[in-house]
């Protein structure tokens, strides 16, 4: 994923898309026949994929516009992600409606098979209609109508007897006091939620293929069965539609259906389906117990996807940066440090030189306000405190004065790596990356071009083989032949045939780390049955895990972890069987990185333990601890 944070899951645009100008607006379509190979762009927040650079930053650009609206509350003056934003701010309005009528909407939409605008006026009708315990409303009282909510129904024969609790006006709609009214009193002006609310809420608490399903973590909370009803699964695994009942149905039509449903009832599910779709066979063989993921993070874990996006972006772009590698816990550790330090002044110097040397929209604020162009290492804090009071996210902002009083190391984690993704965000569209970026994409493509000539010759090689061996015929069995030497001959010719395919496989072995080198975008390598995204960095030896929401972070960090995960994933669902491919694919490069990081860790425990028990004589320094490594950090590619 290039410009955007790890993690955005299935991304944000799952709901009502912002309007341009207030007129409806739709993303591009995925490009067709695209090579596995190719190098793509893709917007982090729509998940859009361009082929060519320019078209990316151009639509990026598009968004970063103020001309956007938000369909559900109609803010207008928007980027396309502060709509986005505002669209979701109305979504956990819908997930915060009352725990009844919650349970009430998603159990009508569990497994339906209707249409979204079907579903909605079916449940809107019902909620007209239906009553049920803690639903609110008005009733008569004292020939005047008053709000109230439904407590309990009672069971009182044919008469439909409801104890409601009266409600004060106002908003904490407190229960005054309560009293027994009958079906007749009650009065039902409206459904409790809009329909635009319910579109909203059932997109976001479902996957939908054929049938709505409601997801695992919800159906467990409100008490909804996740079993799928009798006969919604033969064939692909769902349900299909037959043709209508006539209302006069013959003996002889009824044996015919009867045995026709005998024969759907046999037919076998084909594999893969959807994961949440699976169940347990008699014959499947045992999967093991998911291990538990690692949480030690020093941040936040709703920040471990700034943390990530940004120290990729570093090493990815060193060289032009100037910004010498480091690692992933030597930036966190330098991100929790309650003083400013070396990484943090040089990360934030290197970004700033970038932005000023491209003569863009940061160089051009900072000469309209007079202010220096060269920048040092003493004066960072100067420019950052700038870049925050010209910044429109209110959130970042209201730190800049704590920043030019020299208060940054106070400034909370998850605040710190948000100010370094909004830099990293800017820096994406400078004249150097954008370069760096197109010669990375050239040699992409060159790489892949050199590997297609390779497989292509190896074919042309193999049919020329294939007609020599059909061509090799027998001419006379009286003939004399030398057997000696053509025994020799045929050894000699596997010799050189043997070589020539050990040469081949170590130039496409070279080709694919050579590609791997240039590689410009990260993407998870799969998700789980519960939508989970699993993701790997060729210079971090752990497997991170990041949830369906993209709040919570984990990890594995051990070969033996690793093992259990690849057991514990059911090859019978699309998800979890195509994240398992990716896993045997690269399980050399990721067994081979955890158990590196796993080594360096045991040295560094070795070298504290160390460096405790000379403290005790010597009083050791603190940032002798390997912890402390960051303090230590020196950028041996700094030019300035």
């Not at 024969?157 to 009193?185: F, H, M, P």
């Not at 060269?374 to 910044?391: C, V």
């Not at 067994?591 to 050791?620: C, F, G, P």
Request: proline content about 3%; glycine content about 4%.
């Amino acid at each position: 994923m290039l410009a955007g944070k790890y993690g955005g899951a299935g991304g944000w645009v799952t709901g009502p898309m912002p309007l341009l100008n207030k007129k409806p607006f739709s993303l591009l379509e995925p490009p067709k026949d695209l090579d596995p190979e190719q190098t793509v762009f893709q917007i982090r927040f729509t998940k859009e994929i361009f082929l060519d650079y320019q078209e990316y930053v151009k639509r990026l650009n598009l968004y970063r516009q103020r001309v956007w609206t938000c369909k559900v509350s109609g803010k207008s003056n928007l980027t396309f992600e502060e709509a986005l934003v505002s669209e979701h701010q109305a979504m956990e309005k819908a997930q915060n409606l009352p725990t009844e009528i919650m349970a009430h909407v998603l159990r009508m939409t569990q497994y339906s098979t209707l249409g979204l605008i079907e579903l909605v006026n079916k449940i809107y009708a019902a909620l007209q209609e239906d009553v049920f315990e803690g639903i609110e409303l008005h009733a008569k009282k004292d020939d005047a109508e008053a709000p109230c909510k439904i407590l309990k129904i009672l069971d009182s024969g044919d008469t439909k007897l409801y104890e409601v609790g009266w409600i004060r006006q106002g908003k904490s709609k407190t229960v005054i006091n309560t009293s027994v009214v009958k079906a007749t009193d009650l009065i039902r002006r409206r459904a409790p939620v809009s329909r635009n609310i319910l579109k909203l809420l059932i997109r976001d608490s479902t996957s939908h293929s054929t049938l709505w399903i409601i997801h695992e973590h919800l159906a467990k909370k409100y008490g909804i069965s996740m079993e799928p009803p009798n006969g919604i699964m033969y064939g692909e695994g769902l349900q299909k539609k037959g043709r209508k009942r006539h209302d006069c149905v013959t003996t002889e039509d009824g044996r015919k259906k009867s045995k026709k449903d005998e024969e759907h009832a046999c037919v076998p599910i084909k594999y893969p389906i959807d994961d949440l779709l699976v169940s347990p066979a008699a014959d499947d063989p045992a999967l093991l117990k998911r291990p538990p993921l690692v949480t030690d993070f020093g941040i936040p874990r709703n920040s471990v996807g700034d943390l990530l996006m940004v120290w990729d972006f570093c090493l990815s772009f060193g060289r032009v940066l100037n910004l010498y590698p480091f690692s992933l816990a030597d930036l966190e550790n330098a991100i929790c440090h309650k003083e400013s330090n070396v990484l943090i002044v040089e990360i934030h110097s290197a970004l700033f030189r970038l932005l000023i040397e491209d003569d863009g929209d940061y160089f051009t604020a900072l000469q309209t306000n007079k202010r220096k162009s060269k920048l040092s290492s003493e004066k960072w804090a100067e420019y950052l405190s700038f870049f925050l009071e010209k910044t429109e996210i209110e959130e970042l902002s209201c730190n800049s004065g704590a920043v030019r009083r020299g208060y940054y190391g106070l400034i909370d984690a998850d605040i710190k790596l948000k100010i370094l993704q909004e830099l990293v965000e800017e820096a994406i569209t400078t004249d150097s990356i954008r370069e760096k970026l197109s010669e990375r994409v050239e040699q992409q493509q060159a790489l892949v071009a050199t590997k297609r000539e390779i497989a292509r010759k190896e074919r042309e090689e193999k049919n020329k083989n294939s007609k020599n061996e059909n061509n090799d015929v027998v001419q006379d069995g009286n003939e004399c032949v030398d057997e000696q030497g053509k025994g020799k001959e045929e050894s000699d010719k596997r010799d050189i045939s043997a070589s020539k395919i050990e040469r081949k496989l170590h130039l496409v072995r070279h080709l694919e780390t050579e590609k791997a080198k240039l590689s410009i975008r990260a993407s998870p390598l799969g998700k789980d049955r519960h939508y989970n995204r699993y993701w790997f960095f060729k210079r971090e030896g752990r497997l991170f895990v990041e949830s369906s929401d993209c709040k919570e972070w984990g990890y594995y960090n051990t070969k033996e972890e690793l093992d259990v995960l690849m057991s514990s994933l059911n090859v019978k669902g699309i998800r979890e069987r195509a994240l398992k491919l990716q896993l045997e694919k690269f399980y050399n490069s990721i067994s081979n990185a955890l158990e590196k990081r796993l080594k360096e860790i045991t040295h560094k425990t070795s070298l504290e333990e160390a460096v405790l028990r000379r403290s005790t004589r010597v009083r050791a320094q603190p940032r002798d601890s390997p912890s402390m490594a960051f303090l230590k950090y020196v950028n041996k590619w700094n030019e300035h």
